[in-house]
């Protein structure tokens, strides 16, 4: 997706590990100088095998897990209460699952495939927004998934 889109910002884990307020502040920063722009501000914990293997020895793998999916989660919040972004692609099984229930969605409505296994659904949070939510979990989708999906169909 970074290589089709551009914008991008990476969450460092060590320092979610130590100081997830600054992190989380500094993604959201991003976010809001996206926002509106030509590209699709892309926010990723996304590491190599060898460095995802570090993180877990080092902080744990339930605890680098979970701050990683509660930092996604509070990003999502910000997002569409104070950008008014209401189309979300998450990637990652358990982050789309920490992201829905942070949102306060309770039910989807598939609006149309992505990729096989991959829909983008319609859901509505506690607040009674309408959001278009991609959740993709596992190894679906290509390597031009994102790009591709990101495309509403002509």
């Known amino acids: 997706m970074a290589a089709h889109r551009g914008a991008r910002f990476a969450l460092d884990v060590d320092r979610l590990m130590t100081d997830a307020e600054t992190v989380t502040s500094e993604a959201l920063a991003f976010l809001e100088a996206e926002t509106g722009a030509d590209t699709v501000p892309l926010i990723t914990a996304t590491a190599g095998p060898d460095d995802v293997a570090r993180v877990q020895r080092r902080w744990g793998r339930a605890r680098s897990a979970d701050v990683v999916e509660t930092a996604l989660s509070r990003i999502a919040i910000v997002a569409v209460e104070r950008h008014g972004v209401r189309r979300i692609l998450v990637a990652g099984g358990e982050s789309s699952g920490a992201v829905v229930a942070a949102l306060g ?41 994102f790009a591709a999906a990101w495309k509403e169909p002509e």
């Open 105 to 145: 969605v309770n039910s989807l409505r598939v609006r149309r495939v992505a990729a096989p296994g991959v829909a983008w659904t319609t859901g509505v949070d506690d607040a009674g927004r309408v959001l278009d939510l991609c959740l993709k979990s596992g190894n679906f989708g290509d390597a031009d998934f």
